[in-house]
């Protein structure tokens, strides 16, 4: 079945800082999207990635869909201590997702 | 709008028993997903419901799963008899049918289910 490759499964970052995830694909996906994951909660969608090329911005969030189609990145910048929490790349096909494994973002203030 | 909602939010039960799982989706959605995460593995899809039908059940696991959509409203997932391996946390998702292409999923809290 379709896999996503997501690194790196774990950041411990002081407040301020930038970060970068980024998820392969060995398969191509119509969309990309980035989840994040509170404890306790389900998934929220943060970004949704259409086209390939596509660069996308919400707030201090930026993520691009590879040329290929086959892979992303996410930046956080300027992190604070509530972007703590698990963040997820999902390639979207036939109304199905598959998730990556997961980063587990940890911000000391 | 209320969310997604899904009860219990956890469950222990023992090897062999029964347990429901279910999920209210936002009123209006036609369509409801639901996917699972068992330990360190991926949130892996289990189904997906349009109104009352079952558009894709690819990913449930083996015949002990069973999940219903009566009237098209609610759902429940029924695992019976639980194994083992099938601990992990259930989430349930919904949206609107016109909002399918942009993956725009209200997800569910989820059910953390621990079989013992």
């Known amino acids: 079945g379709q896999q996503l490759n997501q690194s790196p499964q774990s950041m411990f970052i002081q407040e301020g800082e930038d970060v970068s995830m980024n998820c392969t694909s060995s398969s191509i996906f119509n969309t990309w999207l980035w989840y994040k994951q509170d404890p306790g909660e389900g998934p929220v969608l943060l970004i949704a990635l259409y086209k390939a090329g596509e660069l996308t911005s919400n707030g201090r969030l930026t993520a691009q869909f590879g040329t290929t189609r086959k892979d992303s990145f996410l930046n956080i910048s300027a992190s604070i201590p509530s972007d703590v929490g698990i963040y997820f790349c999902?390639?979207?096909?036939?109304?199905?997702?598959?998730f990556g494994k997961g980063t587990l973002l940890t911000v000391n203030p | 709008e209320a969310g997604v909602t899904q009860f219990p939010s956890h469950s222990v039960i023992e090897k062999g028993q029964t347990v429901t799982l279910r999920c209210d989706p936002i009123?209006?959605?036609?369509?409801l997903y639901w996917y699972r995460r068992v330990m360190g593995k991926e949130i892996k899809f289990l189904l997906h419901f349009v109104k009352e039908s079952k558009q894709d059940e690819s990913g449930m696991p083996n015949n002990r799963f069973l999940a219903e959509r009566t009237g098209g409203t609610y759902s429940t997932l029924k695992v019976q008899p639980a194994e083992l391996e099938d601990s992990g946390v259930y989430f349930c998702a919904s949206s609107q049918s016109f909002g399918d292409t942009n993956y725009g999923y209200t997800f569910g809290s989820g059910t953390r289910l621990t079989v013992v």
């Open positions: 009123s209006g959605h036609d369509n």
């Open positions: 999902v390639g979207g096909s036939n109304y199905k997702l598959t």
